[in-house]
């Protein structure tokens, strides 16, 4: 039955079927946090709560996946028995860690196998219940550490949460489908009350600013189906783009770049309006006693926009993700010793938690290679007296700004085509064109940081000291 107004409505937008179902599935977390706000739910026991986000949950996941919903119930039913039976252990959480990426991996590889081109399908979800699942194994396993870590305190865990509970974090409407991360401890103190109007005791005051989150996202969405239509990932695979120059396709690049993620911007403000609407994004208060609403935020809009490095931008995109990866991964690698390989092995998990297609792992390992070039501009530029003071002169700045910001988008934008065309004959075929520009770039610039470091040596390297300790390593990733 719903296919009968899907496949027109598709048609008027210019999207995909999936894409559509997965648009008016965001969009309904809306009328969903109204019914949630009413007095017919809001001030209910937490169990009639859990029952609801799962109900609802497990009707958006119907409705955009069909049957392929028995995935996430047995995953999550699976994870539930593990806690009840060694829950608190480091068993425990190794064990859901392994068991949950495999079952995802195995799910990206049946897919995969079937014949199917990418498209949006169950796994999508699964990979934010991935996540979500084997951070609650970790935060039950934090809390019963003696003491606690300070790092660790505000998401441990010192009981396992019951069956209703876990599957009402899990499907949650506001971030079961495409995200945020948001922790155990957080989603309890939400259903508990915690985040209510202090004076009513009511449904928190956050029409505003959900209202603001969802007009962005709208307007993200529609400049990706406007300027989609002209420079899509079809186009980039053309002849009319091949026979281009090499400048010119670097500046399609740049505009096909920031179109491609807007579509995943559009996405996360529209889950994030809903998650404010409901309340679950509180995050204290500001300087002037008044509640923020950016406890969820997956995208920092304005640090993005303004932002002119690759650290901007990897520090306001996909962010909530990112803190997982360093929470879960990154900071529990220290017995490495070295924090340049933990970075790795991080980027490593991200790319296969996104998918088996080398299109992923070309995408983070030149990530991987940017930010440490970036890194080493950055050192080469402080330590040699006359670079420092020319690129701090006041009146270059505003020359230095775009610049950079030319550079960090051209880059990002080159990194983007492995993970939106994901196959090796799609994105090869597209660097080739671009003569590998991308991969140029930085060997050029590595390279002449590092004559420049040996022509100029620091005070330590010249009285003959050299520093044992690991470079600082950035700890926040990209994704989708």
Not at 158 to 170: H, I, R, V, Y
Not at 455 to 478: A, L
Request: hydrophobic fraction near 45%.
């Amino acid at each position: 039955m719903s296919g009968s107004f899907i496949a027109p409505l598709a048609t008027v937008l210019g999207a995909s079927e999936s894409g559509t179902r997965l648009l008016l599935s965001l969009l309904s977390g809306y009328p969903l946090a109204l019914l949630y706000r009413s007095s017919l739910l809001y001030n209910q026991p937490p169990a009639v709560k859990h029952v609801y986000f799962i109900m609802t949950g497990l009707l958006q996941c119907w409705f955009n996946f069909g049957t392929d919903v028995y995935h996430s119930m047995f995953n999550i039913t699976f994870i539930y028995i593990l806690l009840r039976v060694a829950g608190g252990t480091k068993f425990s959480a190794v064990f859901a860690f392994f068991f949950n990426l495999t079952y995802l991996v195995v799910g990206y590889y049946y897919e995969v196998v079937s014949g199917k081109e990418y498209n949006i399908s169950w796994t999508m979800p699964h990979c934010v219940l991935t996540l979500r699942l084997t951070a609650v194994a970790f935060d039950l396993y934090d809390g019963h550490k003696t003491p606690i870590p300070p790092a660790y305190k505000e998401t441990a865990l010192t009981k396992a949460p019951s069956l209703l509970e876990l599957f009402g974090q899990c499907y949650f409407f506001g971030g079961f489908l495409v995200g945020p991360q948001y922790s155990m401890r957080r989603y309890m103190n939400f259903v508990n009350g915690e985040y209510s109007d202090p004076k009513t005791k009511g449904p928190p005051n956050t029409v505003m600013p959900a209202l603001e989150r969802f007009l962005l996202g709208i307007a993200y969405i529609g400049a990706y189906q406007a300027v989609y239509i002209f420079v899509s990932d079809e186009f980039l695979q053309s002849e009319a783009f091949q026979e281009r120059g090499l400048l010119l396709k670097c500046v399609l690049l740049i505009i096909w770049g920031k179109t491609c993620l807007h579509k995943y911007i559009g996405s996360w403000l529209l889950t994030e309006g809903a998650i404010i609407f409901c309340g679950l994004s509180y995050n204290n208060l500001d300087e002037n006693k008044q509640p923020l609403w950016d406890g969820c935020t997956n995208v920092r809009v304005k640090l993005l926009e303004t932002g002119c490095t690759l650290q901007h931008a990897i520090r306001s995109f996909n962010c909530n993700t990112n803190l997982w990866m360093a929470q879960y991964i990154f900071k529990r690698l220290r017995f490495l010793g070295n924090k340049l390989v933990s970075q790795a092995v991080t980027l490593f998990y991200l790319a296969i938690w996104h998918g088996q297609d080398t299109g992923y792992f070309i995408n983070f390992f030149l990530e991987f290679i940017y930010t440490m070039c970036e890194r080493q501009i950055a050192s080469t530029v402080e330590r040699i007296g006359p670079l420092r003071q020319f690129f701090g002169i006041p009146a270059l700045q505003p020359v230095l700004f775009v610049v950079k910001k030319i550079y960090s988008t051209f880059l990002l934008s080159f990194a983007l085509v492995g993970f939106s065309l994901l196959q090796y004959s799609k994105w090869n075929g597209v660097y080739a064109s671009l003569h590998y520009v991308g991969f140029v770039i930085p060997a050029l610039l590595l390279s002449a940081c590092t004559f420049l470091q040996f022509m100029f040596p620091s005070k330590s390297e010249h009285n003959g000291v050299t520093s044992s300790s690991p470079s600082k390593s950035q700890t926040s990733q990209k994704s989708d």
